[in-house]
């Protein structure tokens, strides 16, 4: 995915000649936190937070220029950036929202939080046995039931726990993607398990050809 796949193309941007008593009323109304000040070519020239205006107002700032952050201190993305930088910015810096740009630098659309935990909650809410069909495809040639007794096998290997590929068969067709990361304490466990899975077909598969 892309920044500008993840990225909310509706957005309200500024100019530097533009109030900050103006200002602060848009974006009461429009219930931003942030938002992109842009120059006649919609090319991104500074930015300004909530916390901006509040010391503008205290301040006796007129224009917004007075109190934006100027380009060189705004973290941005490119269009055609992987979406996870994105994600990765937003997080790392508490940030609400990361501008998109052009290679012309115009701003093209922003990445918000508010996005960013809606489309991992949709995420979280896939079923794992979805990702096993994906990785049924990316090892090609490989049975379902090759898949599941590797995965009984990993199992075993990761809790102590002996379970058949029919116990965990029917143990992961209703769970979620959510669910498997809080059982296997995280992302990197789950992604790391689904990693040995993968090996383990394929040791079992050179094994049997070597019989």
């Known amino acids: 995915m892309r920044a500008k796949e993840l990225m909310d193309k509706n957005f309200v941007y500024l100019n530097c000649d533009d109030t ?17 000040v842009v120059n006649d070519n919609k090319q991104l020239v500074g930015w300004v937070t909530s916390f901006d205006i509040t010391r503008g107002l205290r301040e006796g700032n007129e224009k917004i220029s007075e109190i934006m952050s ?3 201190e ?3 993305v490119h269009e055609n950036d992987p979406a996870r930088i994105a994600v990765i910015l937003t997080a790392n810096n508490k ?4 501008p998109v740009i052009n290679d012309d630098k115009q701003v093209v ?9 809606e489309l991992l909650s949709e995420l979280y809410d896939i079923k794992v046995e979805k990702l096993y069909k994906a990785m049924q495809n990316q090892l090609k040639g490989v049975t379902w039931e090759e898949l599941m007794a590797a995965s009984a096998i990993v199992s075993k290997k990761t809790t102590g726990k002996k379970i058949s590929p029919e116990e965990y068969e029917a143990n992961i067709k209703d769970s979620t ?6 059982a296997t304490g995280g992302l990197e466990k789950f992604f790391a398990g689904l990693i040995s899975v993968g090996e383990m077909v394929i040791a079992r598969r050179v094994g049997k050809a070597r019989k």
């Open 95 to 98: 940030f609400v929202t990361v």
């Open 74 to 76: 705004i973290s941005t």
């Open 70 to 72: 100027d380009y060189e």
């Open 20 to 36: 900050v008593i103006e200002v602060s009323k848009v974006m009461e109304e429009i219930r931003r936190f942030t938002c992109p």
């Open 109 to 117: 659309g922003m990445v918000r939080a508010c996005d960013i935990v």
């Open 177 to 182: 993607f959510g669910e498997a990361i809080w």
